[in-house]
Structures are given as C-alpha cells and as structure tokens.
C-alpha cells in the first residue's frame, strides 16, 4: 500500500475538496466561473490577482512554466522530474478552454465564449429538429364525480362501484371529498377527460398544466393523476385511476392550476391523439388511505364542462413540432 495521501482537491473541486478546504474551493470554483464566462480580453484587464493563475497551497511550479489565466492548479499537483513546457500538463492542472484554430460559429451553436460588445449567435432550429413551439388548451369533454359511502372506512375507499351516484351537474361544491359525520365515512373523486386528436402525431410534450375553478368551497389538498374511466361515465368508474399523483395542491377560490410532473407529461405524450382521462382526488385521506376525525369534512368544489365556457376545466399542453 502507497504511504502517499491523495491531496482531497487533487482531482479537482470534490466533495472532498469543498469540505476539507473550503475557503480554496470557493475560489477555485469562483475563479474558474470567471475565466469561463469572459474572453481574454476582458480579463486580462483585471487587476492581476484575478487573471494571473491560481495555485493551490503547497504546489511547486517549475521554472519556465507559463499557464494562461484562468489556469487552475490544485493542491496536492506534482510536477515530474524534467519536466519542460511542451510535455502534458500533470492531473491536477485545470487550463482554460480555447477555441480551434478558424473556429466560426454555424448559426446553431453557440460558441465558447462571446465578447460582452459583439452580438450573440443567431437562433436555429430547435432543439431535435423541431421548428415551432405551440400551446394548445383543451376543454374537458367528459366530466364528473361518484361517491362510496359506508360505515367502515376500508369498505367506503375500496368499494367498486360506487354507492352514491349525483345527477348530472354543472357544478357541485363536494366535486371530491373525504368525510365522517358519526355514522358513514364518505368519499367523492372527481374525473376529466380531454380530447387530444386535435395535436398531431409526433409532436413531442414539453410542458403541460390542468385547470379548474373552484365553487362553493377551498378546505383541502387536492391530487391530480391518471385516471382510467370509461367514455361513458358511471359508478363503476369510482375506482379508475392509476400510478402516483402528477401534482399536489392546495384548493383555492378561483382558478387551481396543476402543473403536471415528469410522469404526467410522458402520459400525455402516451394518448395524443387520443384522450387523456385524468382523476383528482383529495389528497390527506382519500389519497394516502388515511380515515378522516369524527365531524372532519374535507372537501373541494368545481365546475364541469356543462358550465359556462370560461368556467369548464381544461388542459394546456405546449408541444414542440
């Protein structure tokens, strides 16, 4: 076994390296941003603390040996016997990126460095190939809510179907809920669908944000995620949905906004050109299984696609093509 001890910033700014040398770290990291970030020309008219090299504590340069600002030399580098500029730089020695030789910028990537004075590279395609972003917002087409309702908790969360079928409606103010007033515990989930043949085949998602506005009332936490009902919905859609949550939120009077997650955005990229069924339900009970307190009425209100136009939830999706 070597009796040598690896210097902790030897190979570079580590976890190591931050945590044994700290004050080092932060300067080597701040110099290193600084010579990334401004051509030679600006920063050799620092003061010459700022351009000239960094060397770390301990490090012995050898004669002749000129490094360009912005060149890093950790703690612990050691130079070989002999060794002459011309011969490769030894681990430890971090020089500054440069250009090759002729480089000119093609107009789709941008160069390394760019002059604070000159003007930056023109904009191509994006990114893949895809030349046009476009936002398309969807109103629910098929929407509603259905309820389980029993004195056991266990039985009024699992039932399939469901016990408690609304009217149609166009708007309610337990669209989801989690209850129990003494004698039955019950239990709304709300879902929506959105008819998505309108975006093209091989647009590719990038963002996506569900919204619905509220009515009546604003008491609890409210998850949205995959929901798996029917064209026709019914009571046995009460136990359609599937995976984890795309998004949690707190309803609010007024306009509710989930911003879908990566898994949300990967399952609308699965059904364009189809239709996304989504399910939302309350989060501290419903969602994490959890029985609700004696008198505890956790609910949430909403309008349906029945409602008047500004009023019906819909579904953003930027996609690029």
């Excluded at 919905?233 to 309803?251: I, R």
């Excluded at 009970?285 to 909403?302: N, S």
Aim: proline share 9%; glycine share 10%.
């Amino acid at each position: 076994m070597s009796p040598y001890k690896v210097h902790p910033c030897e190979k570079g700014l580590t976890w190591d390296c931050f945590k044994e040398h700290p004050a080092w770290a932060k300067q080597a990291f701040a110099y290193r941003l600084l010579h990334t970030l401004f051509p030679g020309e600006i920063t050799r008219r620092l003061p010459k603390g700022l351009w000239a090299p960094l060397i770390g504590p301990g490090v012995i340069i050898p004669p002749g040996a000129v490094m360009d600002p912005g060149t890093v030399v950790f703690s612990g580098t050691v130079y070989p016997a002999g060794w002459e500029m011309g011969y490769p730089w030894p681990p430890g020695v971090i020089i500054p990126p440069t250009l090759p030789p002729g480089y000119e910028p093609d107009g789709t990537t941008s160069p390394l460095y760019v002059r604070v004075w000159d003007a930056g590279p023109a904009h191509g395609p994006t990114p893949g190939g895809f030349t046009t972003i476009v936002e398309a917002t969807i109103t629910a087409s098929n929407d509603g809510r259905f309820g389980g309702l029993d004195w056991q908790w266990a039985t009024a969360h699992a039932m399939d179907p469901g016990n408690v079928i609304p009217a149609p409606e166009t708007e309610t103010d337990t669209a989801i809920e989690a209850k129990y007033d003494g004698m039955n515990y019950k239990i709304f989930r709300a879902f929506v669908s959105f008819d998505l043949s309108a975006i093209p085949a091989g647009a590719v998602v990038t963002a996506c944000t569900f919204r619905a506005i509220n009515y009546g009332t604003d008491v609890c936490d409210v998850t949205v995620q995959e929901g798996t009902q029917s064209t026709s919905l019914s009571e046995f859609d009460f136990q359609e949905f599937t995976g984890s949550y795309f998004d949690m939120a707190t309803w609010i009077i007024g306009n509710n906004v989930f911003t879908l997650n990566t898994a949300g955005i990967a399952y609308i990229q699965g059904v364009i050109g189809a239709t996304a069924n989504l399910c939302m339900r309350e989060y501290d009970h419903d969602y994490l299984d959890v029985a609700p307190g004696l008198g505890e009425d956790h609910k949430a209100g909403c309008y349906w696609s029945g409602a008047a136009a500004n009023n019906r939830p819909r579904l953003s999706v930027t996609y690029a093509i």
